[in-house]
């Protein structure tokens, strides 16, 4: 029987200091190996997962003296977490700290993109100095659309505010008067609008069984001829055999992707389009946010096994 196991590579100071308190057990790799991972479920009172471990109902199940599912992290779409509710198991998640990391990928994948960095980069390396070829487009006064206007949202909003980009928002919970959409000098649209006006597309709609595949061949239909895409958000929103078309037709300029339908992802059309920048789903991994998401996740996972009630509750 373990205190806490930890079923993902999650380090730093804050897991160090639990290990002087609880018995952790730390199997960075049990995520993809599920006989073990329900083993070790079994005999464990607390877990700290990333985005990888499937923490499903069946699972769950198997969690016989589980109290606590800790998410080092803000997306909750790995977790079931009406099961663990159901169960009386807590799920906490950490939903504040990696924000500000995310709104600023999504403005240098903006930048990136709007001024060929890769393909620049790549084409210098073999001994090329072509200027013209990589002649770009400024952010300011162009037309960023935020879709899904949650914390990640707001915060790219004012990012893209500062560099003098024009700001439309769609999210179907937030009105026009909202204090946060006032405060990037917004405008709340309908999505067909923001679609159609953005010369931007920023992708912050989390992932929930009905947003799965958000979007489509229709959606990316309504955009602006010209336009880019940047997802920072979930892979699963995106149906990317709809998104690989209109880029190759170029109606789409150009993307940036931080996330995948499966990660890692297999080979994919992607691999190959110049215009297009992908990552490993990076966006939380700064030595800041990281800090302060595992010191807020081990704070509420040995908390809630003290009998406290966590911070950041699912
Ligand atoms: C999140 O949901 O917080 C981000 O996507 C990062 O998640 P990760 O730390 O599990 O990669």
Not at 170 to 185: F, K, L, M
Request: charged share 20%.
């Amino acid at each position: 029987m373990s205190d806490i196991l930890i079923t993902e590579k999650i380090q730093g100071l804050a897991i160090d200091a639990l290990g002087q308190s609880y018995d952790v057990k730390y199997e960075p790799n049990l995520w993809q190996n599920d006989a073990a991972l329900r083993d070790a479920v079994g005999k464990t009172r607390a877990m700290i997962v990333r985005n990888q471990t499937q923490v499903t109902r069946a699972l769950i199940a198997g969690g016989n003296s589980l109290k606590v599912i800790g998410r080092a992290g803000a997306g909750l779409d790995n977790i079931d977490v009406a099961a663990a509710c159901e169960q009386g198991i807590v799920v906490t998640s950490t939903p504040e700290q990696n924000s500000l990391s995310v709104a600023e990928l999504t403005l240098g994948l903006m930048l990136a993109l709007a001024r060929h960095i890769p393909a620049a980069d790549r084409d210098t390396r073999v001994g090329n100095w072509s200027r013209q070829k990589f002649t770009g487009v400024e952010l300011y006064g162009s037309t960023v659309g935020i879709v899904g206007f949650g914390r990640i949202g707001f915060l790219t909003a004012m990012r893209a505010q500062a560099m003098g980009m024009r700001v439309v928002i769609s999210d179907p919970v937030v009105g026009p008067d909202a204090a946060t959409v006032n405060a990037v000098g917004g405008y709340v649209l309908p999505l067909e609008q923001v679609l159609g006006a953005a010369d931007f597309i920023c992708c912050h709609v989390p992932c929930t069984p009905s947003t799965r595949l958000f979007f489509n061949a229709d959606r990316f239909a309504q955009t602006k001829q010209g336009a880019y895409f940047i997802n920072t958000s979930r892979g699963e929103v995106v149906d990317e055999l709809a998104l690989a078309s209109v880029l190759k037709s170029k109606h789409l300029a150009g993307a940036g992707l931080d996330v995948r339908s499966t990660e890692p992802p297999t080979a994919s059309v992607f691999d190959q389009m110049d215009n297009v920048i992908l990552t490993p789903h990076i966006a939380a991994f700064t030595d800041q946010a990281q800090d302060r998401v595992i010191k807020a996740v081990c704070l509420d996972v040995a908390g809630v096994l003290e009998g406290k009630t966590p911070n950041y509750p699912a």
